[in-house]
């Protein structure tokens, strides 16, 4: 049985997951609908989709971890890293992740997992090397809220259809090139091709809006709940510049897990790519943390007042 948490509620929060999740569905439903119709077949699509849905959201934690090369570590190996985690957890009353370690130099941190009793917490080498121990905190404060509000199944589940719309296009594409040639299957492997492409597009826009929302509730939750927005402030602050600093293997490898991250594993802000981006501007952030500290009466930190 599930624990609440006592992060605070976000009611903007659940009405921009709900209207967005309730436009995907609608997507979903349209896009199996013709794919059933283009190939003929509903047992086999829904076979397809089942499998690969079931495979994304039980193994979603195993596959960030292997992919970040992180492994989870016991309290002798990393015991100040699991003291915060067990506060944290303790304050907002919900079962405590895993807790793992990627042996990276960019410093970061994600949470995966498909409900807060089977959470893993991950941060990198990099980043426990970087940050002092309250801005420690107020990253893995956010990354807990992450997992109290289930964003990550919220987003493992929404971005399911842009997943499969993908996989679609792949397939299309290499079936006309090494096919059958006949022009009914030529015809109906471009119709494929054209509505996955558009399913593809039109859930990416929607999941990005999602989770920069969902990025902005994760930090004003780990703000009000530590107490201590300035050090989060902080974190973002030193985090960011860190990252743009890294022109390793490390963050082009990272860029893929951009939705997972606390902090987008890119440089500055890409211009007009913030709409595509998974993750707020800076500036938005520590407004929002500024914001919090004023109401709060606690000092400002890096970019707040």
């Not at 090369?69 to 067990?86: A, C, F, K, N």
């Not at 826009?205 to 994760?218: G, K, P, Q, T, V």
Request: aromatic share 8%.
């Amino acid at each position: 049985m599930e624990m609440p948490s006592r992060f605070r509620s976000d009611r903007r929060l659940t009405v921009r997951m709900g209207i967005t999740l309730f436009l995907l569905g609608l997507l979903y439903v349209g896009f199996v609908a013709a794919l059933i119709a283009l190939l003929k077949s509903w047992v086999l699509v829904v076979v397809i989709v089942g499998l690969l849905f079931a495979a994304q959201f039980w193994f979603s934690d195993r596959i960030a971890l292997f992919a970040m090369r992180g492994r989870v570590v016991e309290r002798d190996e990393y015991p100040g890293l699991h003291g915060v985690v067990d506060r944290l957890a303790a304050m907002a009353d919900m079962p405590k992740p895993v807790v793992a370690v990627s042996d990276m130099d960019m410093p970061n941190a994600f949470a995966t997992g498909r409900n807060p009793d089977n959470a893993v917490v991950c941060v990198t080498t990099g980043l426990l090397r970087r940050l002092e121990p309250e801005e420690l905190e107020g990253v893995l404060a956010h990354e807990l809220s992450h997992v109290a509000h289930k964003d990550v199944a919220v987003i493992t589940v929404a971005s399911f259809l842009g997943v499969i719309a993908g996989l679609m296009v792949r397939f299309a594409f290499y079936s006309q090139l090494f096919g059958r040639r006949d022009q009914n299957t030529v015809v109906i492997l471009a119709a494929v091709m054209g509505v996955s492409a558009a399913v593809y597009a039109i859930s990416f826009l929607l999941i990005r809006a999602l989770s920069r929302y969902r990025e902005l509730a994760a930090d004003r939750a780990a703000a009000f709940l530590t107490g201590r927005p300035s050090a989060l402030a902080a974190a973002l602050t030193k985090v960011s510049g860190e990252i743009a600093r890294i022109p390793t293997k490390d963050l082009r490898t990272a860029q893929a897990f951009n939705a997972f991250y606390f902090t987008p594993a890119l440089g500055a802000d890409p211009g007009v790519g913030r709409f595509f981006s998974t993750h707020p501007s800076l500036e938005q952030r520590l407004d929002q943390l500024g914001r919090i500290s004023a109401e709060l009466g606690g000092p400002a930190g890096p970019g707040e007042g």
